[in-house]
């Protein structure tokens, strides 16, 4: 566990579940903050490695088509209600850990940059006006598909949970250091090509909503995850197409948390 902060990190001694943390961050927060004031055992971020914010997810949930630009791409038309799926808590991965091109179907891999809500809070039936008060923080995140998967069936969970095609980070910003997640630019590039370049203010449906409809069906708990939805640009769209190939340096980026990186390997 670490506290990050100006290209710093700050060791937290003792506490090493994320999950019990959010769920009671109020016990913890006076002795995180006079950590984060110290001006001693502070380590350089680039000398340690990052791991992903949270290790086991009880539930990521995922969104399809919800940005604008993502629907015309795809041929669909805008959703009169949100479209989810569930994603492997297995295929969590660190911000900078290598994505996996799969033996099942090594060509077929396509990159999705998004937003990432980590609830904290939690629970059922929240309103809207409750929804910020249910969120921890936020992550960046890489909704890895493996496209061929994904037209073996109407149901995406298996093509979006291949080993390590979850990854998250660089950490989670707390939800009092960005407030409102909309507004934000979002950005997806391959060897420093920008292939997503799009705002969180062209959410579909935003953050709140999304919350408001899950938590009537169950209830959201401290460290699940909701990948909020992808803007346009993925390879699979592209004529021709262009997808993941060994050795690709993947980095997704929001503006206001940081970025991710990945270099693309063979399983």
């Known amino acids: 566990m670490g506290i990050v902060k100006d290209g710093m990190v700050q060791p937290v001694p003792g506490l090493a579940d994320m999950t019990g943390i959010m769920a ?5 927060e006076a002795a995180l903050r006079s950590l984060e004031a110290s001006s001693e055992g502070w380590l350089a971020l680039d000398a340690v490695k990052l791991c992903s914010p949270v290790k086991r997810p009880g539930k990521i ?6 940005y604008a630009d993502h629907i015309a791409e795809s041929g669909r038309e805008t959703p009169q209600q949100q479209m989810w799926f569930l994603k492997a808590s297995s295929s969590i991965a660190g911000p900078n850990d290598p994505i996996q091109l ?3 179907s090594p060509d077929s891999v396509d990159y999705e940059v998004e937003l990432v809500a ?3 809070k939690g629970g059922r039936h929240i309103t809207r006006e409750e929804a910020p008060h249910a969120v921890f923080g936020y992550c960046v995140g890489n909704d890895v598909s493996v496209r061929d998967w994904q037209g073996h069936s109407p149901q995406w969970s298996i093509a979006k949970s291949f080993d390590t095609h979850s990854p998250i980070g ?3 910003t707390l939800s009092d250091e960005m407030p409102d997640p909309h507004g934000h630019t979002i950005r997806c590039s391959v060897n420093g090509d920008v292939r997503q370049n799009s705002n969180t203010a062209n959410l579909v449906f935003d953050v709140w909503a999304q919350i408001e409809y899950l938590s009537q069906a169950m209830t959201l708990e401290p460290g699940d995850l909701i990948f909020t939805g992808t803007p346009g640009g993925i390879g699979w769209a592209r004529q021709p197409r262009l997808l993941l190939q060994p050795g690709d340096t993947c980095r997704c980026e929001i503006e206001g948390i940081g ?8 399983e």
Request: with cysteine.
């Open 61 to 66: 949930l995922a969104i399809g088509l919800n």
């Open 118 to 120: 980590v609830i904290g």
């Open 102 to 104: 799969p033996k099942a």
């Open 259 to 266: 970025h991710i990186e990945a270099i693309c390997t063979p």
């Open 170 to 172: 660089p950490w989670i």
């Open 24 to 28: 009671d961050f109020a016990a913890h």
